[in-house]
């Protein structure tokens, strides 16, 4: 079953809830943190996700575009975040193992994120206790920005490590999914697709969502 999580990075921030309501027939809400230093950008943090989870039961699957992550994991579970991913890149394998570790503890579901540059393989140490995988098919930081076709081959390559060590776990892929994309990355393999300007950019976000679930 194909989820499709609309990125709210596409949405107009100061009318935030009314934008969340426009994608409210979508499976999971997607929410970029950034920090301005793992990315060159600065957007939002736990104050936000608060206010977002009293306004939407919606699963909040929380990307978490970050430098170690795990000072802030029961920060942003506290504030709702059903799901929380940090980058392979963003610290030491002890730092991501520690990540890991916390979201365990509370009960948040654990995903690790791999920037275009990381290969599949990456995820080994972790795979058997995730609940997902992010492929980024863009270089994290920007909505907007030109799908990669290369990380096809990743998206390919994870779905294999998936089927062999953990067949449970979510694909999730990220950066330049609209309706041109959606079919290849969900024939390579991927069952959750993040969308922020394709849904958003849409005259009508529903009829978006429902078209990216198809594929
Ligand atoms: C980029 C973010 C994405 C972004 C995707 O770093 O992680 O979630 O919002 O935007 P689109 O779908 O416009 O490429
Ligand atoms: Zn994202």
Redesign the pocket.
């Known amino acids: 079953m194909i989820k499709i999580a609309p990125?709210?990075?596409?949405a107009d921030f100061a009318d935030l809830g009314r934008d969340i309501q426009r994608v409210s027939s979508a499976d999971w809400l997607?929410v970029?943190v950034?920090d301005g230093c793992f990315?060159p950008?600065i957007t939002i943090g736990v104050p936000v996700v608060q206010s977002i989870r009293k306004h939407t039961d919606m699963f909040l699957d929380v990307?978490l575009?970050i430098e170690k992550p795990a000072r802030y994991i029961e920060a942003f579970a506290r504030a709702g975040a059903d799901l929380l991913s940090v980058h392979l890149e963003a610290d030491h394998p002890t730092g991501i193992a520690e990540a890991l570790k916390k979201m365990e503890a509370c009960r948040v579901k654990k995903a690790v994120a791999l920037r275009p540059i990381t290969k599949a393989e990456a995820v080994l140490p972790y795979l058997e206790g995730l609940d997902l995988v992010l492929v980024?098919?863009?270089?994290?930081?920007?909505?907007?920005?030109a799908?990669m076709e290369d990380q096809l081959n990743t998206v390919r390559r994870v779905r294999e490590l998936i089927e062999q060590y953990n067949p449970a776990c979510r694909l999730e892929v990220?950066?330049?999914?609209?309706p041109k994309t959606a079919s290849a990355v969900i024939a390579a393999g991927a069952d959750t697709l993040?969308?922020?300007?394709?849904?958003?950019?849409a005259d009508d976000p529903a009829a978006a969502i429902a078209a990216l679930r198809e594929g």
Not at 136 to 145: A, I, N
Not at 174 to 178: L, M, N, R, V
């Open positions: 990125s709210i990075l596409s997607h970029d950034m990315v950008n990307h575009m980024m098919t863009v270089e994290p930081g920007f909505g907007g920005q799908f990220d950066g330049g999914i609209g993040v969308a922020g300007s394709a849904v958003y950019g």
